[in-house]
C-alpha cells in the first residue's frame, strides 16, 4: 500500500499533550530570571575540571560565576538527583535522574557534558572549564545512554552563552533563517523550527549583566520534543553553522510514554440511530481512535451470533451480517481494525489471514458508508499466527486478543454506518471495530480527468485538494485478457505467454501459462518394476510404477528401480478418494522418496490434485506434480511411505517425470 500505517508514525509530534510553561519559547512574558532566594536544589553546577579534555582543546579561562538558582524547566520542580550507572557492555554514559515533586510523573534526566565523544572534529580550543562547544561546522558529538521505560517530552541544553555583550539579540538556534545545529535522537531528527525567533537575551534575559569571562548568566533552552526508547538510546549532535551556546548538560523533561490519551466517551443518539463509543487521541501525532464495542443488538434480521468463544461476536453462516452506525464530527481517513481472537489456535494459526474462502477469495465484505472497502493486500498474506504475535491462551485455545489491520477508510462528517457481512468460513471472534483516523479539513478527491498512477501491481490518485497529496482510489489491478495481443502457446518445455491488462487503469502486464503436458508413448522395456515412457513432443522421459492390486495404501509400498538414471523427479500420481467430497489431505498421510529418503507433498487436499472419486480404479485420474525427489547413482528402492494418519487414497500407479538438468 502507498500509504504509511498511521498507528506505526510515531515520529511526527503535533499534539504532545505535556502541560507546563515552554521555557526557551518566546512569548509575552518576561524570560526566566536566577531568583535572589534558593527555591530548589540548585540545577548544575560546573566540575572543578572536565571529565576528559579531548586533544585540540587548549588552556581553558576561568569558570563563569553560576546563578544561586535556575528554575526547573517547564514549571516542574524536581528533587533531588539519583545517580544512573554507566554501562561499558552496552555503550552508555552515566547520568542523574531526579523524579518532580509534585508527582506528576515527569522526570529531568542530565547528562553532563563530559561524557560525550567527539566522532568528528573536537572540543573548541579555549572553551571554559566545565562546558563544550564544537569547534568548527560539520563536526559532531555524541553520548548513548540507557532508560528502563519509553518516555515522550523535551530535550533542553543547559548552558551558557559566551561573547554576551554582543551577541545576546542573535537567534539561539538558527542563523539567517537556517539551522545552527541538527540533533537526532535514534536517527530521527529533533524539529527546532519552533525556537527559530527566539534570541539569546529571551533565554538569558535581555538585562542581565556578562561575567568577566563575557559569559551569560546559565539557563534551560529548549530545542524540541523527543521520544525516548526502552533501553539504549542514542543522540547526535551536529554543529551546522556558528553557534554561540555553551553546553554544560543535556536535559531531558519527560514522562512515560503513554500513546493515548483518555477515552472521552461518545454518547449514542437515538434518533439518528447511533451507537455509543470510547474516542481517543493520540498525544504524539494527533490521530483520532474509535472503539466500538459489538454487540448481539447489532446483528441483522436473520443473522445469529455463533457465541463460541463465549462473550465474542462470530457470526455463525455465510451472508450473515451485523452493522451500526455511529456519528463523528469531521471528514477523516485511516484505517479500519478488528479487535478479536482465532479459536482453535493450534490448529489454525498457519491458515491465511482474511482468505480462507475458496480461491483466496476475502471471508468477508465490509462496507463504509455503502462503499466496499477493499482488505489490505498485504495482510492477505499474513498467517494468523504472523499477524496475532504474542501468547495465546492455550487452555481455550485462543490466540492473543489483537487488533488486526483490515484495510483504509474515509469518514464523512455526520453519520457513518459500517455493515459486515460473512462470505467464507473464518476463525476470528470479534470484541470491538477499531477506526484510527486523521481528521481532514476537505474530502479527498482526484479532481476531473485525473490519470491514474500506477505500478506492477496496484494504481491509484494523488488528491488534487492544493497542498495535498494524499494517495487515495488506491486498489489491485483488475486484470482481463488484452485481446490487442495473441498470447505465446506453451510447449512441454517453455512457458507460454497470456497477455492481460486493468480494466480500470489500463496497466499491461504477461502472465505465465502453465507448460504443456507432456503426450507418452508406449511403454518401453522394463527396469526392473520401472516402465520407461518417452513424450512424443519433446523427449521428456518417464517411469511409471504400477500397483499389483489397485487398492488402499495402509503401509509402505516400494518397487525396485535399480538401474533408472540419477537425478530428480517430478512425482505424479493416478489415484482416487474413498469419499466423493475429496476432504482428505494428501500431505498428512504419505510421503514420496528413494531408499528411505522421503518428501512431504505440498499441502492440498485430493481435489486439488486433481484425483478422481470412489474406490473404482476406473475412476483413478493422474495428478498433477505432488512433491519432487531425487535419485543417487546408485537407488534401488522407490517407496509411498504411508504416515499412518489415514489410509483413503486409493492407489493405481505412481510416475517418475526426469526433470531436465
Known sequence: MKKAKILTVLGVMLAMGLTGCQTGTKSSAAPSTPASTPA??????????????????????????????????????????????ADATAGTVAYKKAGCTENDGFEKLTINQSVVTYDKGGRKSGTPDGYTKLNANGDIMSFKFKTEKKYMGKLYLYGCMDGYSSNYTKNFCYYQGSPNVEVKVNGEVVDISAQKDVKFQDLFGEE????????????????????????????????????????????????????????????????????AYNLYTNRLNGTKKIEVALADSMLAEGSENKNDPAGYLKLKSNNQSFGFKFNYGSIAYGELYQRGVMDGWSSNKGKKLFSGGSNGADDFEIEINAKKMVVDPDQKKLTFEEAMPGDPDTEKNLSPLTDVLTGELQL?????????????????????????VKDSDHEHAAG???????????????????GCNEVIDEAEHTWVDDDSKTDVPSTETVHGKHYVKCSVCGQTAEQELPLAGHTWGEGQTAINDAVPHECTGCGAKCYELTMGTAGKIKADVSWNIKGIPAGKYDVEIKACASSTTLPQTLNERYQYGFDGTYVTPAAGSYASYGLGTGEAAANAQWSSVICQVEAGANAEAFTVHWIGSGYSCFYVAVRLVAVAA
Request: charged letters at 15%; aromatic letters at 6%; hydrophobic letters at 40%.
Open 448 to 466: 476531473d480527468n485525473a490519470a491514474w498512477l500506477k505500478d506492477a501491481e496496484h494504481h491509484w490518485h494523488v488528491c488534487g485538494h492544493e
Open 40 to 85: 530548589s536544589t540548585p540545577a548544575s553546577t560546573p566540575a572543578s575540571t572536565p571529565a576528559s579534555t579531548p586533544a585540540s582543546s587548549a588552556p581553558a579561562s576561568s569558570a563563569p560565576v553560576t546563578p544561586t538558582v535556575v528554575p526547573d524547566p517547564d514549571g516542574h520542580k524536581f528533587g533531588a538527583n539519583t545517580d544512573v550507572a
Open 412 to 436: 464523512k462528517n455526520g453519520v457513518n454506518e459500517f455493515k459486515y457481512t460473512r462470505k467464507a468460513s473464518y476463525n476470528l471472534a470479534l470484541t470491538h471495530i477499531v477506526i484510527i
Open 208 to 275: 542581565a549583566a556578562p561575567d568577566t569571562d563575557n559569559l551569560s548568566p546559565e539557563n534551560y533552552c529548549l530545542l524540541g520534543n523527543i521520544v525516548l526508547d526502552e533501553g539504549v538510546n542514542e543522540i547526535i549532535y551536529k554543529r551546522v553553522q556558528t553557534l554561540n551556546i555553551l553546553i554544560k548538560d543535556f536535559v531531558f523533561v519527560v514522562e512515560p510514554l503513554v500513546e493515548w490519551g483518555p477515552a472521552t466517551p461518545v454518547a449514542a443518539d437515538a434518533t439518528a440511530g447511533t451507537v
